[in-house]
């Protein structure tokens, strides 16, 4: 399996998954194209990584759920002990999260499986040339999910930090209420006033009355009219 | 005698008379009249007692000879004076002649004089006695009256006195009934409802101690609920005691009577195992009072005294006050504790079924990967694989189907990946739950429109796997809720971890709503909060909801540090 590797022109492309099927199908298809040899498979992930690192092909395509070491981490070790090999993550799911984490871990691909017959060609020859490649279902996703987060502007406000309490006692603090008053307002101890008071100007990052006078302001919890 | 001295000192008389109210000052100040100014030989003053049974002589004059004082009214008095030889049986040389003293028509007593006088001057004589006896009556009148009323005020004295320590002993009764019904309710078992009635009964009823008994006839024995803490030593609570031999006190405590023993030691021996007990303890005289609950006797307060008979009518009422009390409520304790215990089994019983689909869920899921997911992947590597292996004559006729069944494949795939997820994301289990309500938070955006935004640190260390399926199933029945009835723009979900335990905090800036709706059970189930409380609980955790109209909602799961 190691003699194609002097031909330039052939990529070699190695194959981890625990279904024999899915390593057979890959390998013939890539096979049949002509341009692409596979010299080697492991059906887990401790025989991943030691064959990958041993044979140091110019692609990897891996499982994400493997038996023993998953995907995500066999990449990981990857990427830092056989820097040159690029990994293509193999993988039924289509969330964000395990396409960031795959991304994150040093994968340069990552293929859908149900579309892996169709697209690993083209992903190969993709992440050879050193680009990435995401399945095309997966792109879309990607693509609309970022203009969905650049339309929704800054995300977050300061405020809803705060539990229902701690806004209350800030209502309470920037209408000029003194510890006692916002005790007895609320039925609580003046401690506990206290408490809720240190936690939301810590929460909030203000340090002052004044501070939170103007930041009440800014957020529309008070207005100058009053 | 002259006239004048005699009317002089019947005026004397008339002023000095009725001076005190002393009846002895009075009567001596009369006979003194009548020795100085009519001088007989003898003088018996009889009066008339309270009881107006009998006479009593006050005063004599001029007898010598020792004499009984009291005598029957209506007795003949000059037989009686007779009889005891202080007069002649019928004097020849003695005149003699009785005076009634009365007034207003009513009698006080009679005066006996024998006289020497001549029968001429006897008549003045006796209208001269007549005359001062008139002066003595209402004096006599007068101070029979003072002393009837002297003799009601000490007597209503005394009874007010008396009534005054009963109104007394029966408010301290009462109050320490109250505080014993206020330790009662505020008892969380039967024991303590028990204790806290054994602990007042020694200030009610003066004795050696008590102790409550919970019956169990189907193993024939009594179990102690509690008893005095000086009896300890012998009868703590808990302990089983036979009935063995006390067959017949417990057929009369069916019946509702009290059982009382004034002595145990009067008793033939031996004695039953439970009243061994009792004796042992040092108990002579005992009573017990049935606790009743509907007409079945459930168990007994028995009081013993190191005295024999130690218990009175009023003790045995206010046993009975107790006794009442308690059965009430043991009662409701007992029924509040079997309500308690069959919530918990359905709470128990729902967790375990949500536990069971959650995991059902899970299986199918891991199911629909393994089987379904790698089967659609082998079958469109096949197709593939077939593509590539076409001649080029089947090429132009094949390939369109093909790639149609690839895109059909692939379509499937999409529709498991989806079912799958709802089912139970794979991301819950392979990076927890931050990053699967980042995920469902994605998916919850694209599909309503509301900006849902999740913090919280991704290095926090992971939750109980049951823990983050339960956190995750809440928040997406609440973020069901926000799409459903906040109308609003924005959603924060924030997850804190609070040493072992976790907070989950979902904050939308909607309508809100007044939580006081929420006490209406159609508005709780339209919120599906009771779903979401018992699955929170189920993990130990606690769910607030917090909102007003117009203030957006928050809704908050803690999970304590020490539960998972």
Not at chain 1, 78 to 85: A, G, H, K, M
Not at chain 1, 155 to 177: D, N
Request: a negative charge; charged letters at 25%; glycine letters at 6%.
């Amino acid at each position: 399996m190691e003699a194609m590797s002097d031909s330039r022109l052939e990529i070699s492309v190695f194959l981890a998954d625990d279904h024999a099927v899915v390593r057979d199908g890959l390998r013939l298809i890539l096979e049949t194209q002509g341009s692409f040899s596979v010299i080697g498979e492991a059906a887990d992930g401790h025989e991943a990584i030691r064959q990958i690192c041993r044979l140091c092909p110019d692609v990897a395509i891996i499982d994400i759920a493997m038996p023993k070491l998953d995907g995500i981490e066999v990449t990981r070790r990857i990427s830092q002990s056989c820097p040159n090999t690029r990994v293509i993550i193999l993988s039924m799911y289509a969330t964000s999260e395990h396409i960031y984490r795959a991304l994150q871990a040093g994968a340069q691909g990552y293929l859908l499986k149900e579309s892996a017959g169709r697209e690993v060609v083209e992903a190969v020859q993709a992440v050879h040339a050193g680009q990435r490649y995401l399945s095309r279902r997966i792109a879309d996703a990607v693509v609309e999910e970022y203009i969905r987060l650049r339309q929704s502007g800054p995300v977050e406000s300061p405020l809803e930090r705060l539990t229902w309490r701690e806004k209350e006692i800030l209502q309470l603090v920037v209408e000029g209420k003194s510890s006692a008053e916002i005790a007895e307002i609320l039925s609580l101890s003046p401690k506990t006033v206290e408490t809720y008071r240190s936690r939301l100007m810590q929460k909030l990052n203000i340090h002052d009355i004044p501070g939170l006078v103007k930041f009440a302001i800014r957020q529309g919890l008070i207005s100058l009219d009053d | 005698m002259s006239k004048i001295y005699q009317l002089d000192h019947l005026y004397q008389l008339s002023v000095t008379l009725g001076n005190t109210l002393d009846l002895c000052h009075e009567v001596a100040t009369f006979m003194q009249w009548l020795a100085d100014v009519v001088r007989p030989d003898m003088a018996f003053l009889f009066l008339i007692d309270e009881n107006r049974q009998r006479l009593r002589l006050v005063k004599t004059l001029g007898c010598e000879v020792p004499i009984r004082q009291d005598v029957p009214l209506g007795f003949d008095l000059w037989r009686w004076l007779a009889e005891q030889g202080v007069i002649m049986p019928s004097g020849e040389r003695h005149t003699r002649y009785a005076v009634p003293i009365s007034f207003e028509g009513r009698l006080y007593g009679t005066l006996c004089l024998v006289s020497q006088q001549c029968p001429e001057k006897l008549q003045k004589e006796q209208q001269l006695v007549n005359t001062a006896a008139g002066f003595l009556a209402p004096v006599l009148c007068n101070i029979r009256l003072y002393q009837t009323l002297e003799r009601q005020v000490a007597e209503r004295t005394a009874a007010l006195a008396a009534s005054e320590e009963r109104h007394r002993r029966l408010a301290e009764r009462l109050r320490i009934l109250r505080e014993m019904d206020q330790a009662i309710l505020a008892a969380r078992s039967p024991e303590e409802i028990a204790e806290a009635a054994v602990k007042h009964i020694r200030k009610l009823i003066p004795s050696l101690g008590a102790g409550i008994a919970k019956f169990d006839f189907s193993v024939g024995t009594a179990i102690l609920l509690a008893t005095n803490v000086s009896l300890r030593d012998w009868l703590r609570p808990g302990l089983k005691v036979p009935l063995a031999g006390v067959e017949p006190l417990i057929a009369e405590l069916r019946q509702g009577a009290i059982n009382q023993v004034d002595d145990l030691q009067a008793m033939p021996s031996p004695l039953p195992e439970a009243l061994q007990l009792l004796q042992a303890v040092g108990v002579r005289s005992y009573i017990a009072i049935p606790l009743m609950i509907q007409d079945t006797l459930m168990g007994a307060l028995c009081i013993g005294a190191q005295e024999p008979a130690a218990f009175s009518e009023e003790h045995i009422e206010v046993a009975s006050e107790i006794a009442n009390s308690l059965a009430i409520a043991l009662h409701q304790k007992q029924l509040f504790q079997e309500v308690q215990r069959q919530r918990r089994q359905v709470r128990a019983l729902a967790a375990q079924i949500d536990q069971i689909e959650q995991a059902e869920r899970r299986r199918l899921a891991h199911e629909l990967h393994d089987q379904i997911g790698q089967n659609l992947t082998a079958l469109s590597i096949h197709l593939s694989t077939i593509r590539t292996i076409l001649s080029p004559e089947t090429a132009h006729r094949a390939l369109p189907r093909l790639d149609d069944a690839i895109t059909l494949v692939e379509e499937i795939a999409q529709r498991i990946r989806d079912v799958m997820a709802e089912l139970h994301p794979a991301i819950l289990d392979d990076y927890g739950l931050l990053p699967a309500l980042r995920w469902y938070a994605e998916n919850f955006s694209q599909r309503t429109g509301i900006i849902a935004h999740v913090r919280g640190d991704d290095e926090a260390p992971r939750l109980p796997s049951r823990v983050e399926t339960t956190l995750f199933r809440i928040a997406q029945e609440v973020l069901t809720n926000v799409a459903k009835h906040a109308q609003a723009t924005r959603v924060t979900i924030t997850l804190e971890m609070k040493g072992e335990g976790a907070c989950l905090m979902i904050t939308d800036d909607g309508v809100g709503f007044d939580p006081t709706t929420l006490q209406k059970p159609e508005q709780r189930e339209r919120w599906g909060l009771r779903i979401m409380r018992e699955r929170a609980e189920a993990i130990g955790g606690r769910l607030s909801i917090h909102s007003a109209p117009g203030k957006g909602t928050q809704v908050v799961v803690e999970i304590g540090t020490t539960q998972t």
